[in-house]
């Protein structure tokens, strides 16, 4: 999946603004509180239709917020809102597909964000998980890093953790569009993992009892990839 251009209509403090991005590497360069980061929000919000199709996905929103506010009267310093805010995105969703294009737009304060016009995401997510079950395929990977991780960590409570379903796969979507930290998630599924890279040698040397090293180092080879990604 590569986005490849966003167009936003009264979104934040733009009216207008087309944005290409590059294929493999786009630097956003600007003065402080020129809008670097609307961009990046905007993204999330036009992947949310996507994550939203996940079980453990939450797929963000245009909130009235979001709505670009223009100056109605100098004098008094009365500013309007101009509606509808829109987010439209073109990309491939797969090497072997064509571009698609799909729209998310807030059309009033009391209404929602609309998905209608971004359903070729939930349609991609389905098949996604749909064909985790027979042939599993790659999925792709999205990730906010702002900087308010450095200081702003998210609430990790029991129930979340609970209903979070480390043993699915679909759980690497979890809050991986959120700008805050999800540190605490991160430590608790690390000692989940390993927790489970244990149980399955105990499990192996008690069915093995003459099993050699290279025998055991055999069978947690699977786990190989997920020690060297956190050893990294």
Not at 70 to 83: A, F, I, K, N, P
Not at 163 to 177: K, L, Q, T, V
Request: hydrophobic letters at 40%; glycine letters at 6%.
């Amino acid at each position: 999946m590569k986005i490849q251009k966003i167009v936003l209509n009264n979104f934040r403090l733009f009216p207008y603004l087309s944005c290409t991005l590059h294929p493999e590497l786009t630097v956003l360069v600007a003065n402080n509180g020129c809008g670097k980061t609307s961009i990046l929000d905007a993204i999330s919000i036009a992947m949310g239709t996507y994550l939203g199709a996940f079980p453990t996905g939450k797929g963000a929103g245009i909130k009235p917020a979001d709505v670009f506010s223009r100056v109605d009267d100098q004098d008094l310093g009365r500013m309007q809102t101009v509606y509808p805010a829109t987010i439209a995105t073109s990309g491939t969703l797969r090497e072997v597909e064509g571009s698609s294009t799909w729209i998310r737009e807030l059309s009033s304060a009391k209404s929602h964000t609309t998905i209608k016009y971004a359903k070729v995401l939930s349609e991609y997510a389905k098949r996604l998980q749909q064909a985790n079950l027979n042939e599993p395929e790659d999925w792709p990977l999205l990730a906010y890093y702002g900087t308010g991780r450095l200081w702003n960590q998210k609430y990790l409570t029991g129930a979340k953790l609970f209903s979070s379903g480390f043993h699915d796969r679909a759980a690497g979507y979890i809050d991986c569009m959120e700008p805050t930290s999800s540190f605490k998630y991160f430590v608790e599924w690390f000692g989940h993992a390993y927790r489970s890279i244990f149980q399955s040698k105990l499990r192996f040397t008690e069915a093995h009892p003459n099993a050699t090293r290279q025998d055991l180092d055999a069978h947690t080879s699977a786990f190989s990839p997920l020690v060297d990604a956190v050893r990294l």
